[in-house]
């Protein structure tokens, strides 16, 4: 079965550089869900969509923004990365009549140098 | 302030035997309980989740029991196997805050062959 797809796996960058991370997900479904998990953490949710619109905001900063796009996949937009920012970054997908089963993607490892 | 507590924090059990976590929350609002399972650099699978009307739901080694009065819900892990050694998060969601998952704190499991 397909799963959610997240680009790139892995990403280095270096302090206030700008970092851009992809979610594909699940054919058919058609809400986005991102998630951030420090080290030895559990996941926090940063921000979800629905339509190509915002439905829910978490603790993102405002140097974070994202957007969800009409063939449902998502992108998160980081700027003026800072060392804090080192985590896994998770999309989860859902279908809108059943949003709270959500499935993860395999994650993004942000490296900030 | 972690708003669904989870324990033990780790969790040693032999081959065969019966791992036991559990998890309590304090929103009455949350509505559906999903445990998800994370392998190192992985993204958590879900592996089983349950809602406030069902006092027990069991898939395969599986079973969640869930005690609405005390706001308190449980995963057992029959039959344990060391493939099933991994990081164990519950969460907790609510139609009404978006379903955005909130987790706890994740539980370490080892199974000693």
């Known amino acids: 079965a397909a799963g959610v797809i997240q680009s790139p796996r892995h990403l280095i960058k270096e302090k206030r550089e700008t970092a851009t991370l992809k979610c594909y997900p699940i054919?058919?479904?058609?809400?986005v869900y991102w998630y951030q998990q420090g080290p030895g953490q559990d996941p926090q949710f940063l921000i979800s969509?629905?339509?190509?619109?915002?439905?829910d905001k978490g603790s993102i900063p405002d140097r974070f923004s994202a957007q969800q796009f009409s063939d449902y996949h998502s992108e998160l937009n980081m700027s003026s990365l800072e060392l804090g920012d080192s985590a896994l970054y998770f999309c989860?997908?859902?279908?809108?009549?059943?949003?709270?089963?959500?499935?993860f993607g395999p994650g993004t490892r942000l490296t900030v140098l | 302030q972690q708003q669904v507590k989870q324990s033990p924090q780790s969790l040693i059990v032999q081959k065969g035997g019966i791992s036991i976590i559990n998890c309590a929350y304090e929103?009455?609002?949350?509505?559906?309980f999903p445990w998800y399972q994370q392998f190192p650099g992985k993204g958590p699978a879900l592996l089983i989740a349950?809602?406030?009307?069902?006092s027990e739901k069991k898939e395969g080694r599986f079973t969640i029991s869930f005690n609405k009065s005390a706001k308190q819900f449980s995963l057992h892990i029959m039959d344990s196997q060391p493939g099933d050694s991994a990081t164990y998060f519950c969460a907790a969601s609510s139609m009404e805050y978006g379903n955005k998952l909130v987790f706890g704190a994740g539980t370490i499991l080892r199974v000693k062959s």
């Open positions: 989860a997908s859902s279908i809108r009549t059943r949003t709270d089963t959500q499935y």
């Open positions: 054919p058919r479904h058609d809400t």
């Open positions: 349950i809602r406030p009307d069902v």
């Open positions: 969509f629905y339509e190509k619109m915002q439905s």
């Open positions: 929103n009455t609002a949350f509505d559906y």
